[in-house]
């Protein structure tokens, strides 16, 4: 039986607010972008970005039903 690395509970945490950090970064971002490019264009860019982040939050939830647990760290 492989011995597997389990995260505590402060890493998860850790974890959970990089990635809130990351996903305001990356729409802090994009309203800038999109304020710089005006009204019809800086809509569709918004709509971008949340489709994207949304696109790569449900990916990874999918691959880690395949990828082994020992390396589900390495996501």
């Known amino acids: 039986m492989r ?3 389990r ?3 402060a890493n ?3 974890a959970g607010w990089r990635c809130i950090g990351s996903f305001t970064d990356a729409m802090h971002h994009a309203e800038v972008v999109a304020h710089r490019v005006g009204e019809p ?3 569709l860019i918004l709509a ?3 489709t994207t982040i949304e ?3 449900i990916l990874s939830m999918m691959i ?3 990828i082994p647990r020992t390396w589900s760290c390495l996501r």
């Open 7 to 9: 995260l505590g509970k």
């Open 12 to 14: 998860l945490a850790e």
């Open 3 to 5: 011995t597997q690395k």
């Open 64 to 66: 880690s039903v395949w």
């Open 55 to 57: 696109t790569a939050l």
């Open 41 to 43: 264009l800086g809509t």
């Open 48 to 50: 971008l970005a949340v």
